[in-house]
């Protein structure tokens, strides 16, 4: 998901008389779009984690012990 697609459909959908966003709107937008994606990433993480959880070995290879991994995969998708 790429931000700056998103501001730049949020910016074609102005009425031709608006003035431009200010610097302040755009960096909101910004903020909170960057946050969403962040979630979607961690989201999707958490539930490979879960996955991943399944098979010691593997868990070893990347350092975890399996309840660190379930620990880790079970904590919302907004925190970090």
Known sequence: MSVQILEESA???RLPGDAAFPDTRKLALSTCL?????WIVRSGQRRSLRQLAQDRRL?????LTREQALDEAAK???RR
Do not use: C
Request: net charge neutral; hydrophobic share 70%; no cysteine.
């Open 11 to 13: 910016l074609a959908r």
């Open 34 to 38: 960057n946050a969403v994606a962040a």
């Open 59 to 63: 868990l070893a290879d990347i350092g």
């Open 76 to 78: 919302p998708f907004w």
